[in-house]
């Protein structure tokens, strides 16, 4: 019984990852595919190839990327990003999107440095990720303090503290290892 009870447990950490990744990989790749894919297979019909969708948003992407370089064009673009930044609701929405979008990919990226934070009164410390250094700009009481991100164990979740810069020690960690560690428990420690 042992035996089969080992080897049950052997092939749940073995293949159930592969099938998670897999999956999530397939549901991703579907999600962009069908972004622009459903509307070119009616006329493509049999020609058409699985991916064609994601190359289309792609190069649309780039497109419009190139567009908003341009004199006239990016001066539309602006005007809309102008328009939709002060549209009531619509603002908040869009303005969140724009800056979390920014904080991945932009020239002010976020979560580039990974922090360790002192829990006050506990000697309990965590992870996290400046995303912030200009919190006095939003509150003047706070012009000490920096904003940290604490994702959540097992979630793409977490809570953002606002903390003050002698409370939290700047780590010489990769971003995506930190990430990596705080989202596993602190598992991927161990295969170090």
């Not at 190139?66 to 006239?72: G, V």
């Not at 009481?141 to 809570?159: E, N, R, S």
Request: some cysteine.
């Amino acid at each position: 019984m042992k035996f089969l009870l080992k080897n049950f447990l052997n092939g749940v950490l073995t293949i159930v990852p592969i099938i998670l990744a897999v999956y999530v990989f397939y549901k991703v790749f579907s999600f962009f595919d069908g972004l622009l894919g459903k509307y070119l297979k009616p006329y493509l019909q049999d020609s058409y190839i699985p991916g064609i969708g994601i190359l289309c948003t792609v190069m649309l992407i780039t497109f419009l990327g190139w567009l908003s370089t341009q004199y006239i064009s990016g001066r539309i673009i602006k005007l809309i990003d102008r328009l939709l930044e002060n549209i009531p609701f619509i603002k908040t929405v869009y303005s969140v999107i724009k800056d979390t979008i920014a904080s991945f990919v932009g020239e002010k990226r976020s979560f580039s440095k990974v922090v360790l934070v002192q829990l006050p009164n506990t000697g309990m410390k965590c992870i996290g990720f400046i995303t912030s250094e200009e919190v006095g700009k939003f509150l003047d009481p706070l012009k000490d303090h920096v904003a940290v991100y604490i994702p959540q164990t097992f979630q793409v979740a977490g809570i953002t503290c606002l903390v003050p810069k002698e409370q939290i020690q700047v780590l010489d960690v990769k971003p995506e290892d930190a990430m990596k560690f705080v989202l596993s428990g602190g598992m991927t420690a161990a295969k170090k």
